[in-house]
Nanobody
Framework: QVQLVESGGGLVQAGGSLRLSCAAS????????MGWFRQAPGKEREFVAV????????YYADSVKGRFSISRDNAKNTVYLQMNSLKPEDTAVYYC?????????????????WGQGTQVTVSS
């Protein structure tokens, strides 16, 4: 059973920073792509960033490029999303997702496992 557990969300002022964590368990994720998505109220879930784990490749949505950074810790089976220069429009529930392939994709339906989400609220 694959489990993804996010943590690190919270309330922060515009311009501030947060670091989200996604702890993965249930198997070895060296062949997986790990992504972050977000969903704001009334909006569809959107891609934020992806890391193909062992390959070291990353890809970001234009809206977060230069502000967010995705990384992983193999020893802890954990993926991180460092979010800097946060804006009110970054407010959303952030989800971690895993895909059984190292090919980087940005479509949510291509991911096989999802975490429960963590709320990020950025005040103006």
């Amino acid at each position: 059973q694959v489990q993804l557990v996010e943590s690190g969300g919270g309330l922060v002022q515009a311009g501030g920073s947060l670091r989200l964590s996604c702890a993965a368990s249930g198997r070895t994720f060296s062949s997986y792509a790990m992504g972050w998505f977000r969903q704001a109220p009334g909006k569809e879930r959107e891609f934020v960033a992806v890391h193909n784990w062992n390959g070291g490749s990353t890809y970001y949505a234009d809206s977060v490029k230069g502000r967010f950074s995705i990384s992983r810790d193999n020893a802890k089976n954990t993926v991180y999303l460092q979010m800097n220069s946060l804006k009110p429009e970054d407010t959303a529930v952030y989800y971690c997702a895993a895909r059984r392939s190292r090919v980087i994709v940005v479509v949510a339906t291509a991911y096989d496992y999802w975490g429960q989400g963590t709320q990020v609220t950025v005040s103006s």
